[in-house]
C-alpha cells in the first residue's frame, strides 16, 4: 500500500504505470501486478465524469432550444465552450497538472460559467437584430455593449479560484486540479465568448443582399395617384 502526500492522485499513477508495467516483464509466469486503489477508481469515476459532461451539454442546449425558440442561436452559443475546453487543457498542460476527477469537475463548472456569458452576448446580439440592425453590427455592439459583464463575471471566479489553484493549505494539492482547470477554461472562455461567438453569430445569421428591381418609367408610384386622386 502507498499513501499520496503533497501530490494529485492522477500524477502518482502517472509515475507508478511505467514501474508497474516493467515490473510485469520480469515477474514470474503466471503472476500479473495490477494497480489496485483509488487510482482505479479513478479511471472509473473519468467515465462517469466524461458522459456526464456529454449529457450536460446535450441538457443545456436542449433548455436553450426552448428558451430562443431556435436550433441556430443555441448552437452559437455552444461555440464558447470549444475555448472552455481548450482552456482546461491549456491551464493543466502549462501548470503541469494531470487529468484528475477534480480536474474534471471543475471543467465542468466552467462549462457552466460559459454558457452564461456566451447566452448574456447573444441574447443581446438577438434584441439588436429584431430591431433591424445589420448581424455584422449586432454582434459587434454585443460584443462590445457586454464586454464588461462578462469579463467581471470571468475575473471573480479566476480570483476566487485562485486560493484553490495554488494549492494553499494542508491538502489543497488535491483540490488544485480543479481551480487550475477552472482559471484556464475561463480565460480561454472569454476570449470566445467576446471575439469568436458574435463573428459565428454574424456569419450565420448573415443573408444575402436584396436584389432591387427598378420600376419602368411608365409606371407612375401609387402615392402620386392618391395625391393626385385627392387634389380633384
Not at 425558440?69 to 498542460?93: C, E, K, N, R
Amino acid at each position: 500500500y502507498g499513501g499520496v502526500g503533497g501530490r494529485d492522485l492522477g500524477g502518482v499513477r502517472s509515475d507508478i504505470r511505467p514501474i508497474v508495467a516493467q515490473a510485469q516483464k520480469t515477474a514470474p509466469q503466471g503472476v500479473s501486478i495490477v494497480l489496485r486503489g483509488q487510482a482505479s477508481t479513478m479511471s472509473s469515476s473519468f467515465l462517469g465524469l466524461g458522459i456526464g459532461m456529454l449529457v450536460a451539454i446535450a441538457l443545456i442546449y436542449l433548455l436553450l432550444v426552448v428558451n430562443f425558440q431556435s436550433w441556430l442561436d443555441p448552437f452559437i452559443i455552444l461555440t464558447a465552450l470549444t475555448g472552455a475546453l481548450a482552456g482546461v487543457i491549456w491551464g493543466l498542460h502549462i501548470t503541469s497538472t494531470t487529468l484528475s476527477v477534480p480536474a474534471m469537475m471543475g471543467a465542468i463548472m466552467c462549462l457552466g460559467v460559459a454558457t452564461a456569458n456566451s447566452v448574456l452576448v447573444v441574447t443581446f446580439a438577438r434584441t439588436h437584430l429584431e430591431e433591424g440592425m445589420d448581424p455584422l453590427k449586432a454582434a459587434w455592439e454585443a460584443g462590445t455593449g457586454r464586454l464588461r459583464p462578462v469579463i467581471m463575471t470571468a475575473t471573480a471566479m479566476i480570483i476566487g479560484m485562485l486560493p484553490m489553484a495554488l494549492g494553499l493549505g494542508e491538502g489543497g494539492e488535491q483540490n488544485a486540479p480543479l481551480g487550475r482547470a477552472v482559471i484556464g477554461g475561463l480565460m480561454l472562455a472569454t476570449v470566445a465568448t467576446l471575439l469568436f461567438v458574435p463573428v459565428v453569430f454574424s456569419l450565420l445569421h448573415r443573408q444575402p443582399a436584396d436584389t432591387v428591381k427598378a420600376e419602368p418609367k411608365d409606371n407612375v408610384p401609387s402615392t402620386v395617384l392618391e395625391e393626385a386622386v385627392s387634389t380633384t
